[in-house]
């Protein structure tokens, strides 16, 4: 016979590996787990997923080997200059001219006219990432378009033509 000392041990043993182990029933058990089967991603989807997700490791790549460049002194604004002054609260204006010894470009692309520095492949690399979402919904309209799905056919060429439009500087936030 056991006493009742052995039975409220073997009670708390109990709640605690109930508490360690995983549940034999509910989601994380694993028999839930076995049964349970992957949901379904729709195809507009993964193309989106795929077209963005390779546009954006190209933009990385890119934006790396600028930083690199940028690291090694290769670049259009002394990085710590500019940081200092803008600390200091100076005007934008001011920031261009004491760090890079220029004006403030007026074009939202001011990289493409300083290719070979640091700081302009680094840009390039944060645009190419950027463009990554146009790309994927170039993608998602022509599948959308292929499944004659045309009322999200709709919204994604209205969300593409915003994206498109900030993008080229069309609209913009003052």
């Known amino acids: 016979m056991t006493s009742e000392l052995e039975i409220e041990e073997r009670r708390i043993i109990r709640r605690r590996q109930e508490r360690i ?6 989601v994380l058990s694993p028999k839930f787990l076995e049964t349970k089967t992957k949901p379904h991603v729709p195809f507009a989807g993964r193309v989106y997923g ?27 604004m002394k990085s710590e200059r500019m940081i200092t002054e803008m600390w200091k609260g100076k005007t934008i204006q001011r920031v261009w001219q004491d760090a890079g010894g220029m004006e403030v470009p007026h074009n939202g692309y001011w990289f493409t006219q300083y290719f070979p520095k640091g700081d302009a492949v680094a840009e390039l690399g944060i645009t190419i990432i950027a463009l990554a979402a146009i790309g994927g919904m170039m993608g998602i309209g022509v599948v959308l378009f292929s ?8 919204f994604t060429i209205i969300v593409f033509l915003i994206m498109l439009s900030t993008m080229t500087g069309v609209l913009r936030v003052r």
């Open 147 to 154: 499944d004659k799905n045309y009322l999200y056919l709709t």
């Open 21 to 26: 182990s995983p549940p034999s029933e509910g």
């Open 50 to 76: 795929e077209i963005c997700y390779y546009i954006s490791l190209i933009g990385l790549v890119i934006g790396i080997i600028g930083c690199v460049m940028a690291i090694n002194g290769y670049t259009v």
